[in-house]
């Protein structure tokens, strides 16, 4: 009974993680409407919009399954232009500092727009 119950959780957890990846939050006004982000998502999202403000694209995911204790972060922004990734990196490191010290683990995606 036990394993049945633990099971099921993580296939819930599981599908619950892939509807979050297909998440998209856009560094514009526009919001989205029938999903919602969970507070540290917000929070983070916020963070890295005050720090990036030329970003084209900004993906903040809780891969955690929603405790907040590891994330996924997009950021596509000119603002990289000329720097190698680790670079890139290092600047969302250093933008998150305080709320890095609260997580698990951290995934950084970054890119500089094609156009």
Known sequence: MLACKRSLSCSV???????????????SPARRCLST???????????LKEKFP?????K?????????AMYEIHVESSEFKGKRTIQQHQ????????????MHGLRIFTDVPKH
């Open 91 to 102: 600047l969302v490191n250093q933008a998150l500092k305080d709320e890095i010290q609260g």
């Open 37 to 47: 982000q969970t507070d540290g998502e917000v929070r983070i999202a916020k963070i």
């Open 60 to 68: 903040v995911v809780d891969i955690s399954g929603g405790c907040g």
């Open 13 to 27: 957890v599981s599908a619950l993680r892939v509807l979050r990846r297909n998440q998209v939050v856009v560094s």
């Open 54 to 58: 030329l970003a084209s694209s900004l």
